[in-house]
């Protein structure tokens, strides 16, 4: 047995499979694969025994999807967090999930590094060496992708030759992630960004064009920022947003379409569907809309906007993010409500919400009998709003002469 152990974030697929016996020629190491459940589809057993076979000296399978929903997904929804006011950074939140396990099960077996199966142009690799660095500083990182230098078909050799059986299933052009927040696709023809995905891109969406023609409607209850129920039935988080995937799913809502700026510096196309965030993020920011005055309002999407680039930069675990989820939860003690969402042949759209802290008061807004606003304040109120606007322009309007201008000069 080797005296180096390495811990390795472990997906099943072709290049943590090839990882294994890698690390084993390469850097003789004994290899302990971890997989960590966020919600991914597929048979997690039968990934744990893939990596044995592959060569794995022990496989771990966790099930860190309740810790996903309440501890990564809860504080990015309450901050409304859209990369690039688009992305709800499915991928991006499990990122540092996977790597404090990764750090958890190295200081358990007395590993002295953590692997992943990251390339050299991707976002992950960022995440996944970030989160280790902050975690456990002394833990060695190895990206056996950007070592290797071989492409998908020198994998399968190397996989062939080294009796690593390959997945069985129907091939695909596409490289997805799934979790419970998201799914992503990218490669195959979705590398042009001039051609529209085709409708075998997507597994969790129905067609706009074939969704129901009759609208669904959902009611989502917050307390506190973070959704509790839908429709008056009360749920943890996990199961809310499962139950949403589904509904939204089924209406066609959540596809994303982006052209998007990689930490690396490249621009990728990436195709996401997340019915779920995108109907909880458009029903909190209509709940805040509702209970927070509009300096807070202002001042938290400029925060929501920080938050979502440290995310998708890979520094969940600093002093920086702790420091704006202090403030995000400040914001949050009063969004408490209900919002109901209607959901329509690829649109999620706020069909009502109401709230016992809605500063909307019918007597102030209304423009029939039972107005309470108080009319003639007005003009007063605009004269002094506008009086830096006034005299800034009185100001430049004042002619002066060259001759005016010298005769003003004054030595102190």
Not at 10 to 25: F, H, M, N, Q
Not at 32 to 54: K, M, Y
Not at 319 to 341: C, I, K, N, S, Y
Not at 343 to 369: C, D, E, F, N
């Amino acid at each position: 047995m080797s005296s180096k152990r390495v811990v390795l974030a472990y997906s099943g697929g072709l290049d943590t499979s090839v990882a294994i016996p890698w690390l084993r020629e390469k850097k003789d190491a004994d290899v302990i694969a971890l997989t960590v459940n966020v919600g991914q589809p597929g048979d997690l057993e039968r990934v744990r025994e893939r990596a044995a076979n592959a060569g794995a000296t022990k496989a771990i399978v966790v099930d860190a999807r309740q810790e996903f929903a309440e501890t990564f997904i809860a504080p990015a929804l309450r901050a409304n967090a859209l990369y690039e006011g688009v992305y709800p950074l499915s991928t991006a939140l499990a990122r540092p999930l996977i790597g404090r396990h990764l750090v958890d099960v190295a200081r358990q077996e007395g590993a002295s590094a953590i692997a992943h199966g990251c390339t050299g142009k991707g976002n992950d690799q960022v995440r996944f060496d970030l989160s280790t660095t902050a975690l456990a500083p002394e833990l060695e990182v190895i990206a056996p992708a950007r070592e290797w230098s071989m492409d998908r078909d020198a994998e399968v050799a190397y996989a062939r030759a080294h009796g690593i059986p390959l997945a069985a299933g129907p091939s695909t052009p596409y490289s997805t992630d799934e979790n419970l927040w998201g799914r992503s696709v990218e490669c195959g023809v979705l590398e042009d960004p001039a051609i529209e995905p085709p409708e075998e891109a997507y597994g969790w969406t129905t067609s706009p064009q074939a969704a129901p023609d009759a609208p669904a409607y959902v009611k989502i209850a917050f307390e506190r920022g973070t959704p509790v129920a839908i429709n008056d039935h009360a749920l943890p988080l996990l199961d809310l947003i499962g139950e949403l995937n589904r509904t939204a799913g089924a209406a066609g809502v959540g596809r994303i379409d982006h052209v998007e700026s990689r930490v690396v510096g490249i621009k990728s196309r990436e195709v996401y569907e997340c019915p779920a965030a995108m109907v909880l993020i458009d029903a909190h920011r209509a709940l805040e809309a509702l209970v927070l005055p509009r300096d807070l309002l202002e001042f938290k999407r400029t925060v929501e906007q920080r938050y979502a680039q440290m995310i998708y930069d890979g520094l969940w675990f600093t002093p920086l993010r702790e420091a704006l989820d202090a403030f995000v939860v400040a914001t949050q003690t009063r969004v408490t409500g209900e919002v109901a969402m209607k959901l329509y042949k690829g649109s999620a759209t706020v069909a009502g919400r109401r709230s016992p802290y809605s500063l909307y008061q019918h007597g102030l807004a209304t423009y029939s009998s039972g107005d309470r606003f108080r009319q003639e304040m007005a003009e007063g109120f605009i004269y002094v709003w506008g009086l830096p606007a006034r005299t800034w322009s009185s100001a430049g309007s004042r002619p002066t002469t060259p001759t005016a201008r010298a005769s003003q000069v004054r030595l102190y």
